[in-house]
């Protein structure tokens, strides 16, 4: 054990000793990267960098229609549904977007900047480039999101990193300009065709009146109407809501997909209770006098499309004021100031990773040249043999 010690030991001491002969090679090697470092780094272009940062507007989907949806269904359909939580992803992949970052290119003249005018495919080059030069962050700790803009002008980069804030508001509200605009048509004829039917209901609940003079549901169809009620109010309940978050996120998101089947819920139970209403009326169906039986039905559609257009009314209104609405995505809460330091090149750090890199390549060299010339001749005895 002492023995490899000592062995070890002299190892060191010779490799030390090896350095020490060569010292002059070594700080002339290391002086010499150390100085051309020194001037590389001072020629490189200095780089700065600009950031803006974002709050999103803390405005969840549809007030209106989230209350209502959380008040009229019922506590499995609305555990189903789930919240309307915004997040940074919708923001994030706008501002990757091909549009916004052609936009920011044009309006910056960047081919000319990055000096591509000449390139094969200047565009493609020139968003690459931009790509690598602009990066956004979410923080987790404080919930921003922020925009940095590294560029060789320090204006430049400020100017561009308010740019893309504003592309980003911009093209957020075009998109939901364009889909409140649809949502409220859908609305504004569903809620035309539950009027239509209401007047219609009231019209031929008029007229029977008058041609028959009396007639109230006997006490007995209370229970099984107001079922029924309920069931079909449900159904036209699920099924606004669904269209809603529908023409808000898309077919494959999580909450579209749970009210689709939270609709489908619906309708199953209102199938189960019309298949069983001999069971729910405790008189017999054919035993009612036809003009009842007329009567109930008329009440029935009444009662439901009141309920529904109660429903729908408020729904169609904040229909109509999200339309109008032209609210930003994101708030400023740091606009971009002309930054007064770079933010790259690093030129200490070039300068002692470049001057330590030379000062361990150069000992490393010495070592294996004084290796080579004890173990060269060992080394071609043994190709000479097994030649």
Known sequence: MGESHSFAGDKFWQAVRHLLRARWLIVGVTGFVAIASVI????????????????????????????????????????????LVSDYQRQLAILESRSVMDSVIISFDLLEVYDLTDSKFPMLDARKMLRENVNFVVDDEFNYLALRVFDTDPQRAANMANYFAAELNQVTTDLAAETAGTYRRVVEDLYTSIEAGLDSVLTAQRNYRQRTGVLDLPTQGAAFTEGLIRLRSEIQMAEISYNSLLFSFGESNSQVQAAREALNKANRTYEDALAGQERLMPVAQDSLPDVALKFQELEKERLILTTLIEFARPILEEARLEEQLQADAVQVMDPAQPPDKKARPWRAAIVVVSTMSAFVMVCLFVLARVWWHRNYHKIAARLSSVS
Do not use: M
């Open 40 to 83: 590389i780094s001072l020629l490189l272009t200095n780089w700065y960098r600009a950031e803006v940062r974002l709050l999103l507007a803390g405005r969840s989907s549809g007030g209106l229609i989230s209350s209502l949806v959380g008040g009229q269904l019922n506590p499995a359909a609305t555990s189903l549904l789930g919240g």
